[in-house]
């Protein structure tokens, strides 16, 4: 699965496979202008300019979760009214933790879990974010050409998700419903508790 954004309000999923379209999402107010696959291509995050990030699970079209990217500082007028504006975002390799970029000089790290970051760092003119392969890392990238390297959390990922990691590299959200199996494992399973 490929998932395009074109600066509209929507996504789109295409399959690789036929090269044909599977759906299209909708769910924003302004332009979506990042997305990101999680590692075990289960969930899909993408961000806009309406300063929401969205939480989908992309066999389903389910919208799953939405993250509001707020101001710490909001301004005094309405002079800026798109300050906080969302640029990029990006999952971290073990997939439990987000990263964004916003107009409002600010990284943020989320934990899938909380709706709420978990940390910041100051930055300026911030476009592009993503997370070194193996943890630990993010680099940002800027409108005028620098790259800035941050420290990000290191985690020792429970038993509990890496199975579900391995399990979702491979079932898609159906193939999960239909096991025979309990319930509460099936909402875990497709990311319906965190």
Not at 10 to 24: A, E, Q
Not at 101 to 106: G, I, S
Not at 143 to 150: C, E, I, K, S
Not at 185 to 192: G, V
Request: glycine share 4%; proline share 6%.
């Amino acid at each position: 699965m490929l998932c395009s954004a074109a600066g509209e309000k929507s996504v789109f999923l295409w399959s690789m496979r036929s090269y044909t379209l599977i759906r299209k999402l909708e769910g924003h107010q302004s332009s979506v202008v990042s997305c990101d696959f999680s590692p075990d291509s289960a969930l899909l995050v993408t961000a806009s300019y309406d300063t929401n990030v969205i939480m989908w699970d992309p066999y389903t079209g389910e919208r799953l979760r939405s993250l509001h990217h707020t101001q710490l500082n909001p301004p005094m007028d309405d002079s800026d009214v798109h300050i906080s504006s969302l640029r990029s975002v990006c999952f971290s390799p073990e997939g439990l933790y987000l990263a964004t970029v916003a107009d409002d000089r600010l990284l943020r790290i989320w934990a899938l879990e909380l709706k709420t970051p978990i940390a910041f760092a100051p930055m300026t003119n911030g476009l592009c974010c993503t997370f070194f392969p193996h943890g630990g890392v993010i680099a940002t990238g800027t409108r005028d050409g620098h790259v800035q390297f941050w420290t990000a959390p290191r985690v020792l990922s429970s038993l509990k998700h890496l199975c579900r990691k391995a399990l979702r590299s491979f079932l898609t959200t159906y193939q999960v419903l239909a096991l025979p199996i309990p319930k509460k494992m099936k909402e875990f399973l497709t990311y319906r508790t965190f």
